[in-house]
């Protein structure tokens, strides 16, 4: 015998081999029709019998199996049935001819066979017979399972007469020797009529009465049979049959332990209404005691048809342990033999299949590595391919999944071995899907974020390989981009730099055949595989969702609660709602998005591959509102560090967006790279609110940008930065175009100005505009500009800066070069040389250190669109820089009496410090002419003033509750009244008018005496 059978299992040694097989021409769907039907009549209840027969069909049996009968009954074919398709009757003569050729196939073991015939009417199909059924077509066949019922009845009644023949055989001492095939030519010229030669007789049939009495549903007597056959066959040391009788008793105690079946098939073997003996159950447990043979019992020729004694004296059957001792020892007498090498193995498959049961999984495995290395003849290709899948399927059964995989590996080699003509590719490949559970691969990209690293990197890698291979082979490139682009995603750190080359060089030469996409892929046989998004090409670190700039962070206008205030619940503080808000926080952004605005998300990214990585089409996946993505191209340097790459996009509708994750093109494979399936990524957050469209505000000015940005307090960013240089005095227009390049129309525009914190006192209205011929332009249309102009005016005190002058009569020094009194000093005498003299260098009027600095900061509050109808609106600054150099300064005054006490002559020496020539005047006053550095005195005649008399404000008391501030309010009020009586103005004659504002100094000049009233 040299085809093992590898689905064999202990309980088929009870059953009736019936081959099934076509005659003639039959199509395969209409025979394999036929045999699901024959083969579902797998057992039968006998008549008046507690027996059961059970069958086992095969559409294909090898001829020299049957040969080996006598020594296993079960491998003996004794039924045939047939099925043919005839449809006339001239051809009919010629199909039985057919049939009674497949019968001389199996002739010498049938007991007895069918025809079944398919299409034939007429008067053959109508006469009665009991080997042939006549059907018209193949549904119309109703009848077939009761014919096959029959045809078991009849073969039953053969086997319990083959049976009865045997365990009664009167022939004297000549009981025949049963032989295997390879036996024969040994057994001639013995000498039949020694001792020893009619024990091995009496021991073969004892054992082939045993195997018939297995068959015909009597256990009991099956066990005694065999228990007899081993002790007669081990006393002449006939090895080969005495491991037959071993076997034989295993199967019988394997049937009995396991009335459920070792081969794995569904359902218990034993019928309804069958009872297992009392005490079956103890039969389980360790102990039970093999039966002893009283060698009394025996007759004559060794076969006792009475076996009654011996059942009741023996304890049945073999402890689930000892069947494993008997398995062994089977097994090593048929290892004796080289020609029982199918036999041997089948017995290493059946054993392993009891020990599965008995989860025994290391004893199992020692048989199955016997199996092995059991050398067989000469296998074909498909032979080796059945042998390996099947060891492969025993080592799944007893739990070696790794060892499992392995030897599917082998046979999926097997298939594409080169000796074959035509490479089994599809086989291969899919030998190869079923050996990734036992390397602990999936193909799923998501098993490998979980935690450590599962398996040998070093064998999934090279099996990987090999699935590329089979399946570009196979001619479906798109499958090896997905498993290339698997290997390349789960294995990247276990390849070293060359690898991570090959691999992608590879996959590049793929990819631009057939590009990876993010499709799940379908195989024939249904499995999916899913999509591998390249999460570590490149490694994203950190995910920043970026406020607007800015000037283009929208702002919501306060409600009449205030912002502060929130209605959701009555409850000052709950842990619940707390906890849920930090949870929302941690995903929502505390900042909005604006409909129609490029948006930008930061991610903190790095190469890990030895070389540039060019990542093409990089883009943001977002859900919520209509988003439109700008992808971007990056070029990373080789196993860079963390690298910034913004994505930008631009939110088409409003409503809560979230940032799900990125899009990239590597390598020519397309991926969708999900936010929650990134392992160890930090983010700010991924939902934000995207509010309708706002105006866009852009302004242009007339001075020059300023190179020095300002820095409020607040915090507040300045857009835009000007500076400007002025004189004390001096009046500035800055004219600035205000221009909408948004989408929507600028329908509301506020504007307010802010001076920063300065030490400086400020006199009158450093900024002024009007805005009502601007706001006339409103609303301002999508590209449209309109203009806008504020004055500059600057009016500081230069009087206290004592270090600008000094005088020299008092101190003897000249600073300027210019022999001039000190303002705080009351020198009566004045000056009469009055020539300006060039000042030394580094200590120019004008210099840096005598500088006053204005900063100011403008702001534009704008909306309009549907923004606007939300509540929300836009704020831009301009920040204004200006430099204030000093003027006109008057460095004494004095005054004289005039003809009436009311009035007086106001002298005032006037210092020119600016580098050009000025005009100075007042009220009903010539023009006096001043060079730079120059000074004159100018005398003018003013009515005194009675400040006593200036009304009090009626807000004065409790605006100004502090004294200190009342004073300042009066000195400020003052000083205006002044101001406004003299009307000195200066012009330098290069420049546009100058205004001044004459200092305190003069105050106490012009106030008048208060009067005493005698009594």
Known sequence: MSVPDYMQCAEDHQTLLVVVQPVGIVSEENFFRIYKRISSVSQINVRDSQRVLYIRYRHHYPPENNEWGDFQTHRKVVGLITVTDCFSAKDWPQTFEKFHVQKEIYGSTLYDSRLFVFGLQGEIAEQPRTDVAFYPNYDECESVEKRIEDFIESLFIVLE??????????????IPLLCVPFEKKDFVGLDTDSRHYKKRCQGRMRKHVGDLCLQAGMLQDSLVHYHMSVELLRSVNDFL???????GLCSASVIYHYPGGTGGKTGARRPQGSSLP??????????????????????????????????????????PEDIIDKYKEAISYYSKYKNAGVIELEACVKAVRVLAIQKRSMEASEFLQNAVYINLRQLSEEEKIQRYSILSELYELIGFHRKSA?????????????????????????????????????LDPKDFNKGTHRGWAAVQMRLLHELVYASRRMGNPALSVRHLSFLLQTMLDFLSDQEKKDVTQSLESYTSKCPGT????????GLNLPPVPFTKLPIVRRVKLLNLPASLQPQKMKSLLGQNMSTKSPFIYSPIIAHNRGEERSKKIDFQWVQGDVCEVQLMVYNPMPFELRVENMGLLTSGV???????????????????????GVPRSTGQITINGYHTTVFGVFSDCLLDSLPGIKTNGSTVEVIPAL????????????????????????????????????TQQLDIKLENIGTEPLEKLEVTSKILTTKEKLYGDFLSWKLEETLSQFPLQPGKTATFTVNIKVKLDFSCQENLLQDLNDDGISVSGLPLSSPFRQVVKPRVDSKPVNPPEGSKTGDFSHVKTLEAILNFKYSGGPGHVDGYYRNLSLGIHVEAEPSVFFTRVSTLPATSTRQCHLLLDVFNSTEHELTISAKNNEELILHAGECQRMAIQVDKFNFESFPESPAERTQFTNPKQLEEERQETRGLEINSKLDIHWNIISFESVEGILNQLVLEHLQLAPLQWGE
């Open 406 to 442: 392995f030897f599917k590996r082998v046979a999926a080699m097997q298939c594409v071995a080169p000796s074959i003509a035509e490479p089994g590719w599809r086989a291969c490949y899919k030998l190869l899907l079923e050996t990734l559970p036992g390397y602990s691969l999936s």
């Open 518 to 525: 993010m499709e799940l892929l379908s195989l024939p046989d």
């Open 695 to 730: 105006p866009r505000l852009q302004i242009s000015t007339s001075l020059p940008r300023s190179a020095r940005t300002l820095q409020p307090a607040s915090g507040d960013e300045i857009s835009t930065n000007v500076s400007v240089q002025l004189y004390n005095g001096e």
């Open 626 to 648: 209509e988003f439109e993505s700008l992808p971007a191209a990056l070029s990373l340097p080789a196993e860079s560090g963390l690298y910034p790459v913004t994505l930008v």
């Open 161 to 174: 007469s083959k049976r009865l023949d045997r365990a009664t055989d009167k022939s004297g001492d000549k």
């Open 241 to 247: 049959w005495l491991g037959a009788a071993l076997e």
């Open 278 to 319: 009392a005490d079956a159950g103890n039969r389980h447990r360790p102990g039970a005691q093999e039966v002893l043979i009283d060698p009394g019992a025996l007759t004559t020729n060794g076969i006792n048809a009475d076996t009654s004694t011996e059942i009741g004296r023996a304890k049945n059957c073999l402890s």
